[in-house]
T-cell receptor, first 115, second 113 residues
Framework: KAGVTQTPRYLIKTRGQQVTLSCSPI?????VSWYQQTPGQGLQFLFE???????NKGNFPGRFSGRQFSNSRSEMNVSTLELGDSALYLC??????????????FGPGTRLTVT | EDKVVQSPLSLVVHEGDTVTLNCSYE??????LLWYKQEKKAPTFLFML????IEKKSGRLSSILDKKELFSILNITATQTGDSAIYLC?????????????FGKGTLLTVNP
């Protein structure tokens, strides 16, 4: 089975711009979660989507949004970029067949640099 | 607020040493504790622990969960340079079918030859 894929892998944007990141989960996985990883804060949960619905959301401002399509692919959007948004953005998919035992599989991440 | 704390933050050992990484958590509706290994890119899954006191083992790696004291440890015996990585632990909580993972900041392990 192909793993989780994320595009683009690297991105450089300037302050004030917006960006859209894409994640394709493992085939058959219905849950997609997004995380932001920075050296200072570590891995922080952004949100989780299941069957096109956002089920959980972390403590991030409204500039961070996402969506999931019927084929389980997900996009994350960040508007009005700030320097502090520079980070590795990871997405993870899970089959969610049994929530207590399901593990998450991470993609390679998108490295976003805001200048 | 849910919290996961890992210690030490970094560790340098020599090949062949045994290391113990610690993870403590305070999470509402705790369901399970997960360990990941992160090298240069995506974290890769190591273990998921849901029951207290039951050791999970995979080769030289093993992990155990103590739900009473709210912590987990990850042991690596006979370390190799390929074990050098950031080790992340995460606590999963759940309210019904919803869940989220709270990650610790990780332990950076460096294994020198």
């Amino acid at each position: 089975k192909a793993g989780v894929t994320q595009t683009p892998r690297y991105l450089i944007k300037t302050r004030g711009q917006q960006v859209t990141l894409s994640c394709s989960p493992i085939s058959g996985h219905r849950s997609v979660s997004w995380y932001q990883q920075t050296p200072g804060q570590g891995l922080q949960f952004l949100f989780e989507y299941f069957s096109e619905t956002q089920r959980n959301k972390g403590n991030f401002p409204g500039r961070f949004s996402g969506r999931q399509f019927s084929n389980s692919r997900s996009e994350m959007n960040v508007s009005t970029l700030e320097l502090g948004d520079s980070a590795l953005y990871l997405c993870a998919s899970s089959p969610m067949t049994e929530w207590m035992t399901d593990e998450q599989y991470f993609g390679p991440g998108t490295r976003l640099t805001v200048t | 607020e849910d919290k996961v704390v890992q210690s030490p933050l970094s560790l340098v050992v020599h090949e062949g040493d045994t290391v113990t990484l610690n993870c403590s958590y305070e999470v509402t509706n705790f369901r399970s504790l997960l360990w990941y290994k992160q090298e240069k890119k995506a974290p890769t899954f190591l273990f998921m622990l849901t029951s207290s006191g039951i050791e999970k083992k995979s080769g030289r790696l093993s992990s155990i969960l103590d739900k009473k004291e709210l912590f987990s440890i990850l042991n690596i015996t006979a370390t190799q340079t390929g074990d050098s990585a950031i080790y992340l632990c995460a606590a999963k909580n759940s309210g019904g079918s919803n869940y989220k993972l709270t990650f610790g900041k990780g332990t950076l392990l460096t294994v020198n030859p």
